[in-house]
């Protein structure tokens, strides 16, 4: 075994990123120290500091939002390998992977089950047909099996479900989680459970032992009872892995899933007018703020890009936009695989609002702007001359396709 250490960029990222919400525990911050007096001080600021009563203490001190952090100019961070060489036995999890990659709810879910698997088990990943993630190794999995093929492309119940009972007689798992969410994971979960005709617990938010929680009447209710073999979890159900590095070992099966007869036809997506989704559910916001000069142009750019149109506050405020497209901690909380600000600043009520969307792209002309700061993208200039330049290169890009279909 080679003892080079490695390094990992995405940890790396979010060690030089002060807008990052693991941010501030990245940071090699002295959790003690010698006083004037001789008397050995703690770090109660500290992310995960103990009081002496064992209560976890909250960092209230803004680090995490930047306020007191510091970045370095070289940040060389390796977070410690998590490796089960033999597992005892493996946690199944089965994420929804929308786009190709792991959501805010497939994390949780990854969370618990790295601590339902605890020091002896393994986490074993399911994924099914192409992905675009690779953050498996820092999300939980140590085993990652990727099963590809047309037949499991689009809507296919049926035929993932051969493929999970081909996978539960191979490794046997302990338990199977997959998230009680709209976007496949609870179908698929609850049609799994019948198929092995098991009572799965569903909504789950919390295990301890051989008991879980989960809610019941229409969300108002805690329901307690015996852990089930199958678990629809639900969001928030654990912490994310975060202080540890995973294998993510990629395995296959020894046998080809069995094709199934289906009875279902896949015919496609649905267009929907991008108007008409909740914020909470877009997947691509297209955000204007202050700095927006020419708000036909604004709109014009979002329906070339087929985007979800969202506001800063200041934008509502002074009427631009309604009040159910405001994005912030004062209006709506959103989840955007991409989340495009225009115009806009920053403010932290703003960011708390977009702290979970995967990746933000900033149009701004202040470069020292926080909003810039947390972009994972940025593009200094005047919004209304790059909104040309969007259009017209979005038009040209359907037009090459269009000749090159034709």
Same mark, same amino acid.
């Given at each position: 075994?080679?003892?080079?250490?490695?390094?990992?960029?995405?940890?790396?990222?979010?060690?030089?990123?002060?807008?990052?919400?693991?941010?501030?525990?990245?940071?090699?911050?002295?959790? *003690?120290w010698?006083?004037?007096?001789?008397?050995?001080?703690?770090?109660?600021h500290?992310?995960?500091?103990?009081?002496?009563?064992?209560?976890?203490?909250?960092?209230?001190?803004?680090?995490?939002?930047?306020?007191?952090?510091?970045?370095?100019?070289?940040?060389?961070?390796?977070?410690?390998?998590?490796?089960? @060489?033999?597992?005892?036995?493996?946690?199944? #999890?089965?994420?929804?992977?929308?786009?190709? &990659?792991?959501?805010?709810h497939?994390?949780?879910?990854?969370?618990l089950?790295?601590?339902?698997?605890?020091?002896?088990?393994? #986490?074993?990943?399911?994924?099914?047909?192409e992905?675009? $993630?690779?953050?498996?190794?820092?999300?939980?999995?140590?085993?990652?099996? #990727?099963?590809?093929?047309?037949?499991?492309?689009?809507?296919?119940?049926?035929?993932?479900?051969?493929?999970? &009972?081909?996978?539960?007689?191979?490794?046997?798992?302990?338990?199977?989680?997959?998230?009680?969410?709209?976007?496949?994971?609870?179908?698929?979960?609850?049609?799994?459970?019948?198929s092995?005709? $098991?009572?799965?617990?569903?909504?789950?938010?919390?295990?301890?032992?051989?008991?879980?929680?989960g809610?019941?009447?229409?969300?108002? $209710?805690?329901?307690? &009872?015996?852990?089930? &073999?199958?678990?629809?979890?639900?969001?928030?159900?654990?912490?994310?892995? *975060?202080?540890?590095?995973?294998?993510?070992?990629?395995? $296959?099966?020894?046998?080809?899933?069995?094709?199934?007869?289906?009875?279902?036809?896949?015919?496609?997506?649905?267009?929907?007018?991008?108007?008409?989704?909740?914020?909470s559910?877009?997947?691509? !916001?297209?955000?204007?703020?202050?700095?927006?000069?020419?708000?036909?142009?604004?709109?014009?750019?979002?329906?070339?890009?087929?985007?979800?149109?969202?506001? *800063?506050?200041?934008?509502v405020?002074?009427?631009?936009? @309604?009040?159910?497209?405001?994005?912030?901690?004062?209006?709506?909380?959103?989840?955007?695989?991409v989340?495009?600000?225009?115009?806009? *600043?920053g403010?932290?009520?703003h960011?708390?609002?977009?702290?979970?969307?995967?990746?933000?792209?900033?149009?701004?002309?202040?470069?020292?702007?926080?909003?810039?700061?947390?972009?994972?993208?940025?593009? !200094?200039?005047?919004?209304?001359?790059?909104?040309?330049?969007?259009?017209?290169? #979005?038009?040209?890009?359907?037009n090459?396709?269009?000749?090159?279909?034709?």
């Amino acid at each position: 075994m080679s003892d080079i250490i490695r390094r990992d960029p995405h940890a790396e990222w979010i060690a030089r990123n002060r807008l990052h919400p693991l941010h501030a525990a990245m940071q090699p911050t002295q959790a *003690s120290w010698m006083g004037p007096n001789g008397v050995m001080r703690k770090n109660v600021h500290g992310a995960g500091f103990i009081g002496p009563n064992g209560i976890k203490r909250i960092d209230r001190s803004g680090a995490q939002q930047g306020g007191m952090a510091k970045r370095s100019v070289s940040v060389d961070v390796q977070l410690p390998l998590h490796r089960v @060489t033999e597992p005892s036995f493996y946690i199944a #999890v089965v994420p929804d992977m929308v786009g190709g &990659r792991l959501n805010s709810h497939d994390r949780d879910m990854l969370g618990l089950a790295h601590k339902m698997a605890g020091g002896e088990g393994a #986490v074993l990943a399911v994924v099914f047909g192409e992905h675009k $993630e690779i953050a498996f190794d820092i999300a939980g999995v140590d085993r990652l099996l #990727v099963m590809q093929g047309n037949e499991f492309a689009g809507y296919s119940p049926e035929q993932r479900i051969q493929g999970l &009972r081909t996978v539960d007689n191979q490794f046997a798992p302990r338990h199977w989680l997959l998230p009680d969410s709209r976007n496949g994971g609870g179908e698929l979960g609850r049609r799994f459970a019948a198929s092995l005709g $098991e009572r799965p617990s569903t909504r789950v938010w919390q295990v301890s032992g051989d008991t879980c929680i989960g809610r019941a009447g229409a969300g108002t $209710e805690d329901l307690s &009872r015996p852990l089930s &073999r199958l678990i629809l979890a639900a969001a928030e159900c654990a912490e994310p892995v *975060s202080e540890t590095r995973h294998e993510a070992l990629p395995v $296959e099966l020894s046998t080809a899933a069995p094709r199934s007869l289906t009875r279902i036809e896949d015919l496609g997506a649905v267009a929907v007018d991008p108007a008409l989704i909740p914020m909470s559910e877009a997947e691509f !916001i297209f955000s204007g703020g202050n700095g927006v000069k020419d708000w036909s142009l604004f709109h014009r750019t979002a329906v070339a890009l087929g985007a979800t149109e969202g506001a *800063s506050r200041v934008a509502v405020d002074d009427g631009f936009m @309604t009040r159910d497209r405001q994005v912030g901690a004062s209006g709506t909380w959103v989840t955007a695989r991409v989340y495009v600000a225009v115009g806009i *600043s920053g403010a932290i009520q703003h960011l708390q609002g977009i702290g979970t969307c995967d990746k933000v792209v900033a149009v701004n002309v202040d470069p020292t702007c926080d909003m810039i700061k947390r972009a994972d993208l940025s593009v !200094i200039g005047e919004s209304s001359a790059i909104l040309e330049a969007l259009i017209e290169a #979005v038009e040209h890009y359907r037009n090459g396709a269009k000749r090159d279909a034709a």
